[in-house]
């Protein structure tokens, strides 16, 4: 079946810092890749998505690039603030099985001044 | 629009106890999912459905029950609440066709079995 592995967290940052948070997928056929974002007591917000090879995904400075070769998905931002902290969701949705997705386990982000 | 809408927030049931939560969008779409979030860990899908009057298991379907008799509301039923089904509930939908695949999600609700 699918799978999602996503870097293990937390991961600490300084503001202005750069982010990297790895994801890989394990897949049959071409599904469209995710991250989504989840603040404090809210669900999850589409953060950006690609859905088929070399596709780049980019919102709010954070962006990632669809690896068909590497079966990866990596998020990266620039300079992360500290209005970044959350957790990120890497996921994949298989639009042939009614759009069913799977995700990653999350990575917390903690951006300090 | 409202979105997603999910109620209750909060619920403590006692083991053995019932429950509905109520899962709604006022977005007319097809797709809608029950997905549940355990501590430091990502979504697991408990049902879907492809349209009113048409639900399938997902992954963790075990104690639990869906219908969907309106496009607009899909309800969660938990029978004999567990210990184990303490976490929290995200209800999703997604519009079928035009090639887009995104879900929206709902606030969730976070239930305690005890």
């Known amino acids: 079946g699918n799978s999602v592995t996503q870097m293990e967290g937390p991961v600490t940052l300084s503001e202005e810092a750069f982010l990297t948070i790895n994801c890989t997928y394990t897949?049959?056929?071409?599904?469209?890749l995710f991250w989504y974002v989840q603040y404090p007591g809210e669900g999850l917000q589409l953060l950006l998505k690609?859905?088929?090879?070399?596709d780049k995904g980019s919102n709010k400075g954070f962006e990632a690039t669809y690896r068909k070769e590497t079966t990866s998905f990596h998020l990266e931002k620039g300079s992360v603030q500290v209005s970044d902290s959350a957790v990120y969701f890497c996921?994949?949705?298989?639009?042939?099985?009614?759009?069913?997705?799977?995700f990653g386990d999350g990575t917390t982000l903690t951006v300090k001044p | 629009n409202a979105g997603v809408t999910q109620t209750p927030k909060f619920r403590i049931l006692k083991i053995g106890q019932s429950m509905t939560l109520q899962c709604t969008q006022d977005m007319n779409h097809n797709y809608m999912y029950w997905y549940r979030q355990d501590p430091g860990m990502g979504l697991k899908l408990i049902y879907y459905?492809?349209?009113?009057?048409?639900?399938d298991k997902g992954e963790v379907p075990n104690g639990y029950n869906v219908s969907r008799s309106t496009t607009e509301d899909f309800p969660l039923r938990l029978e004999l609440a567990a210990p184990s089904q303490t976490s929290v509930y995200f209800c999703?939908?997604?519009?079928?066709?035009?090639?887009?695949?995104?879900?929206?999600f709902g606030p969730g609700t976070r239930l305690t079995v005890l």
């Open positions: 690609a859905t088929k090879a070399d």
């Open positions: 897949a049959t056929g071409y599904p469209s």
């Open positions: 459905s492809v349209g009113a009057g048409i639900t």
């Open positions: 999703a939908s997604r519009r079928q066709g035009g090639g887009t695949d995104t879900q929206y």
């Open positions: 996921a994949l949705s298989d639009v042939t099985n009614a759009g069913k997705s799977t």
